[in-house]
């Protein structure tokens, strides 16, 4: 294991902090000094003075190569997950090309789609929600497992274990024999599944693991080459890392292209067989960090004190009294001693305020499945209004790469250039009012999807049926795919105003032992947006994809009237709480991670290996 010098420097202790309540801090082990107020209150060499930290620049440290190699492996995860999930929905929807290759493949010089099953809209919606909705349900099972159980590094080498058999099943899958005698289905279906095992497997656990080996623990002065003096700071290198981990997790993103013009061009067996050659380095690189990686050993999780702890409420108060005054003190253990009932419990009274504390952080999350769905489209409807436009050569599949590619564009120009220019001009641009603008981005995306079925109904040689394996002339409408590239865009620059503040106001205002409960409601309310999708099958298909983009869009722009109404108050909130000296974060970005502060403070205390548990800053990761 490696050896934090900032660590050993702040404070020598690996025994639980002094007033740390419900410690499960296994022997041997330590808390990060950042979110540990007793060690940030001593002194150190380097320690700033008050003035200093309001008045210095905050720069990161020096990130250690295990950092970029943990980015690396999550690029390679990733790029083969994605280089998979775009094809999902063509493999499953379409039949084998008439005059095609036989290995899927259309033939060239045609509009024809690449396909191997044939099922069908339908089927094929349903085949892709429930793979998502595992991929996001999951990890909520897996993060609990990691913590409690096997610790991360084991979890996510059993990930890629089950991932190994996902890609070999679905190389087999694109065999022109399986193909041309309907049986690949077999071999496909049970990839797909355990590929979304895999996935889930591995989620929640790699950027916890990246932030376990930032060494940069204690803010500290340093003096520049240059002269000037800054403080090296932990929050700082911890941003700068995640900003690589997210680029690299978009750039994986783009093998969606690669496998895409090869189903295509060349047919499935390629199309599978990539993403399995991005899978063959994983056992490699995570063979050669075991032992170079910082590894916090397992000590519980919280996770299943809270449901029960929900579980107590509800019992005791019923569902009329969620949100009503009292309904969390239910669960007290001197509420539940008060009243006279035996109810075994394993907290005390301020990890319910804790639960309740989280909940309330973690409110505006609720709105995210809806513009979820109109960054994406509902269900598969996005990929199946592809099949109903004019390619010339382009894969229908490719044209959602623009998402990946307008976040990698757009997020400097916030970063450097309109956020740096609203703080000049003095203009106060909040948290909520920049995830009212990524709400109300995303619902004019999910119109211009409604506008573009609208259009290719019309003229389609198929009129409202031009999903529907169309053989009537070219089988396309006369309207360039390319038009497309626009919501796709769209909805990829809203996630940035809408996620990167969200989990800013999540994590700086839940109490700091309750990260692993934040990261757990937000993947429900992603995996609810599946569930939506899949519950939708039956109408993701001709004739009603024109409402399947536009209603999505109108509830999203009532839902964006709701929410600025609702939640405007937390912008006046943060910008009193910004000029505070433990609170220096601007939400912007690609990420923010945030330490302790005076709203976010708490007296219980999580296992170490649960304290970095800040993970989806995109729903792409």
């Given at each position: 294991?490696?050896?934090?010098?900032?660590?050993?420097?702040?404070s020598?202790?690996?025994?639980?902090?002094?007033?740390?309540?419900?410690?499960k801090?296994?022997?041997?082990?330590?808390?990060?000094?950042?979110l540990?107020?007793?060690?940030?209150?001593?002194?150190?060499?380097?320690k700033?003075?008050?003035?200093?930290l309001?008045?210095?620049?905050?720069?990161?440290?020096?990130?250690?190569?295990?950092?970029?190699?943990?980015?690396?492996?999550?690029?390679?995860?990733?790029?083969?997950?994605?280089?998979?999930?775009?094809?999902?929905?063509?493999?499953?929807?379409?039949?084998?090309?008439?005059?095609?290759?036989?290995?899927?493949?259309?033939?060239?010089?045609?509009?024809?789609?690449a396909?191997?099953?044939?099922?069908?809209?339908?089927t094929?919606?349903?085949?892709?929600?429930?793979?998502?909705?595992l991929?996001?349900?999951?990890p909520?099972?897996?993060?609990?497992?990691?913590?409690?159980?096997?610790?991360?590094?084991?979890?996510?080498?059993?990930?890629?274990?089950?991932?190994?058999?996902?890609?070999?099943?679905?190389?087999?899958?694109?065999?022109?024999?399986?193909?041309?005698?309907?049986?690949?289905?077999?071999?496909?279906?049970?990839?797909?599944?355990?590929?979304?095992?895999?996935?889930?497997?591995?989620k929640?656990?790699?950027?916890?693991?990246l932030?376990?080996?930032?060494?940069?623990?204690?803010?500290?002065?340093?003096?520049?080459?240059?002269?000037?003096?800054?403080?090296?700071?932990?929050e700082?290198?911890?941003?700068?890392?995640?900003?690589?981990?997210?680029?690299?997790?978009?750039?994986?993103?783009?093998?969606?292209?690669?496998?895409?013009?090869s189903?295509?061009?060349?047919g499935?067996?390629?199309?599978?067989?990539?993403?399995?050659?991005?899978?063959?380095?994983?056992?490699?690189?995570?063979?050669?960090?075991?032992?170079?990686?910082?590894?916090?050993?397992?000590?519980?999780?919280?996770?299943?004190?809270?449901?029960?702890?929900?579980?107590?409420?509800?019992?005791?108060?019923?569902?009329?009294?969620?949100?009503?005054?009292?309904?969390?003190?239910?669960?007290?253990?001197?509420?539940?001693a008060?009243?006279?009932?035996?109810?075994?419990t394993?907290?005390?009274d301020?990890?319910?305020?804790?639960?309740?504390?989280?909940?309330?952080?973690?409110?505006?999350?609720?709105?995210?499945?809806?513009?979820?769905?109109?960054?994406?489209?509902?269900g598969?409807a996005?990929?199946?209004?592809?099949?109903?436009?004019?390619?010339?050569?382009?894969p229908?599949?490719?044209?959602?790469?623009?998402?990946?590619l307008?976040?990698?564009?757009?997020?400097?120009?916030?970063?450097?250039?309109?956020?740096?220019?609203?703080?000049?001009l003095?203009?106060?641009?909040?948290?909520?009012?920049?995830?009212?603008?990524?709400?109300?981005?995303?619902?004019?995306?999910g119109?211009?999807?409604?506008?573009?079925?609208?259009?290719?109904?019309?003229q389609?040689?198929?009129?409202?049926?031009?999903?529907?394996?169309?053989?009537?002339?070219?089988?396309?409408?006369?309207?360039?795919?390319?038009?497309m590239?626009?919501?796709?865009?769209?909805?990829?620059i809203?996630?940035?105003?809408?996620?990167?503040?969200?989990?800013?106001?999540?994590?700086?205002?839940?109490?700091?032992?309750?990260?692993?409960?934040?990261?757990?409601i937000?993947?429900?309310?992603?995996?609810?947006?599946?569930?939506?999708?899949l519950?939708?099958?039956?109408?993701?298909t001709?004739?009603?994809?024109?409402?399947?983009?536009?209603?999505?869009?109108?509830?999203?722009?009532?839902?964006?009237?709701?929410?600025?109404?609702?939640?405007?108050?937390?912008?006046?909130?943060?910008?009193?709480?910004?000029n505070?000296?433990?609170?220096?974060?601007?939400?912007e970005?690609?990420?923010?991670?945030?330490?302790?502060?005076?709203?976010?403070?708490?007296?219980?205390?999580?296992?170490?290996?649960?304290?970095?548990?800040?993970?989806?800053?995109?729903?792409?990761?």
């Amino acid at each position: 294991m490696g050896n934090s010098s900032d660590l050993e420097r702040a404070s020598s202790a690996t025994s639980p902090i002094g007033d740390e309540k419900m410690s499960k801090t296994p022997p041997g082990d330590s808390h990060a000094p950042y979110l540990d107020p007793s060690i940030m209150e001593e002194d150190y060499e380097g320690k700033p003075t008050e003035h200093e930290l309001k008045t210095l620049r905050r720069v990161p440290g020096k990130l250690p190569i295990v950092a970029y190699l943990i980015c690396v492996v999550e690029f390679c995860e990733r790029a083969s997950y994605y280089g998979v999930q775009p094809l999902i929905s063509n493999y499953v929807n379409r039949p084998l090309p008439d005059g095609g290759n036989g290995y899927g493949a259309p033939p060239q010089g045609t509009q024809q789609t690449a396909g191997a099953l044939g099922l069908g809209t339908v089927t094929a919606n349903a085949v892709t929600q429930s793979f998502s909705l595992l991929a996001y349900a999951l990890p909520m099972l897996f993060g609990w497992m990691a913590d409690a159980k096997t610790g991360r590094f084991s979890l996510i080498c059993y990930g890629v274990l089950v991932f190994g058999v996902a890609h070999v099943l679905m190389v087999a899958a694109g065999a022109k024999d399986l193909l041309a005698a309907g049986t690949a289905k077999v071999p496909y279906f049970l990839s797909v599944y355990i590929l979304s095992i895999g996935a889930a497997m591995f989620k929640p656990n790699v950027s916890p693991l990246l932030l376990d080996q930032m060494t940069t623990t204690v803010p500290t002065v340093i003096t520049l080459d240059s002269g000037e003096r800054v403080i090296q700071d932990p929050e700082s290198t911890t941003e700068r890392v995640m900003l690589w981990f997210y680029l690299l997790i978009n750039i994986g993103g783009f093998m969606g292209v690669a496998t895409s013009y090869s189903e295509k061009y060349v047919g499935w067996w390629l199309a599978f067989l990539i993403p399995l050659l991005l899978y063959l380095p994983l056992p490699l690189l995570l063979w050669f960090l075991y032992k170079r990686l910082i590894l916090h050993p397992p000590g519980g999780s919280d996770l299943g004190n809270v449901f029960k702890v929900l579980g107590i409420c509800l019992r005791r108060g019923g569902v009329t009294r969620i949100g009503r005054h009292g309904f969390w003190d239910l669960a007290k253990p001197s509420h539940i001693a008060a009243s006279g009932l035996s109810i075994k419990t394993d907290w005390n009274d301020e990890f319910v305020d804790d639960v309740r504390r989280t909940f309330q952080a973690t409110g505006i999350f609720c709105f995210f499945p809806i513009q979820y769905i109109n960054d994406n489209g509902l269900g598969s409807a996005a990929s199946f209004l592809s099949t109903m436009l004019t390619t010339n050569g382009v894969p229908n599949d490719v044209i959602n790469n623009f998402n990946s590619l307008s976040i990698i564009a757009m997020a400097p120009v916030l970063n450097y250039g309109l956020y740096p220019l609203l703080r000049k001009l003095n203009i106060h641009y909040g948290p909520v009012a920049r995830i009212t603008t990524g709400l109300a981005m995303s619902s004019i995306g999910g119109a211009g999807y409604a506008v573009l079925n609208y259009y290719a109904y019309q003229q389609s040689p198929c009129g409202e049926y031009g999903s529907s394996d169309c053989t009537i002339g070219t089988g396309v409408a006369p309207i360039s795919i390319w038009w497309m590239a626009i919501p796709f865009a769209i909805g990829g620059i809203s996630e940035l105003f809408v996620n990167v503040p969200a989990y800013g106001i999540a994590y700086s205002r839940a109490p700091v032992n309750m990260r692993g409960l934040v990261s757990a409601i937000n993947l429900f309310n992603t995996a609810i947006a599946y569930a939506i999708g899949l519950a939708c099958s039956s109408v993701v298909t001709d004739p009603y994809l024109t409402w399947d983009f536009g209603g999505p869009a109108i509830a999203g722009g009532i839902l964006t009237i709701v929410f600025y109404f609702t939640f405007r108050h937390i912008d006046a909130e943060e910008f009193a709480l910004s000029n505070n000296k433990d609170y220096h974060l601007k939400m912007e970005g690609t990420v923010n991670v945030v330490g302790e502060n005076e709203l976010n403070k708490s007296e219980n205390r999580p296992a170490p290996i649960a304290e970095n548990e800040q993970m989806m800053i995109s729903q792409k990761q």
